[in-house]
């Protein structure tokens, strides 16, 4: 029943969409209509301008910063990992929203900077970097999504099978959310920021 009610709650607590309070509040538009549809940071910055992306950036990444430590303190390690996918699924397919939000990058960096802060931090500043130098934020995104699950291989011992389950799920649903942006980085075709 406790992992019930923390899947429910993180849900609906990733059903937050912070670049839609935000263009509503400003500017009185609604961020899908821009750019590419997309409820995320990313496009807020398109649509609003780097600030306003930013903070569309920080409430993403603190709303998974919190489903994770409620589930956590609700319902021990199990509800940490339930929680965390259960807010970024909330995040990238919101139910007020029709199922169209974000795609669950910022959430995801939340969710694991409580389950592995120092991972995190390392593939954090390698995704950064890549999308501030090549200006493709997809490309970051992806990349350092993708080396936390290698990062948990090489480095996190013992090896526990439910941290990499976890790892691994998120990856392959940031993977189908950026399948768009795969295409077209393999086209060299991807907008640059």
Do not use: Q
């Not at 259960?86 to 910022?106: D, E, L, T």
């Amino acid at each position: 029943m406790k992992l019930f009610l923390v899947s429910l709650l993180a849900y609906l607590l990733g059903n937050i969409s912070f670049s839609l309070i935000i263009g509503k509040i400003f500017f009185k538009k609604d961020v899908r209509d821009y750019g590419s549809g997309n409820a995320g940071a990313t496009n807020a910055i398109r649509a609003f301008g780097a600030k306003f992306g930013i903070l569309t950036f920080i409430g993403d990444m603190l709303k998974g910063v919190c489903a994770a430590l409620i589930g956590k303190s609700v319902a021990g390690v199990d509800g940490l990992y339930i929680a965390s996918i259960m807010v970024i699924v909330g995040h990238n397919w919101p139910v007020f929203m029709k199922f169209k939000g974000g795609k669950g990058v910022a959430t995801t960096i939340g969710t694991m900077f409580v389950a592995l802060p120092f991972i995190t931090l390392i593939c954090f500043i390698i995704g950064i970097s890549i999308a501030y130098f090549t200006r493709i934020v997809s490309l970051g995104s992806l990349i350092g999504v993708i080396l936390t699950p290698l990062a948990v291989l090489l480095f996190v011992r013992p090896f526990d099978v439910k941290l990499f389950l976890f790892v691994i799920t998120y990856t392959l649903m940031c993977l189908f959310k950026h399948r768009g942006n795969i295409k077209r980085l393999i086209k060299k075709e991807e907008r640059k920021l």
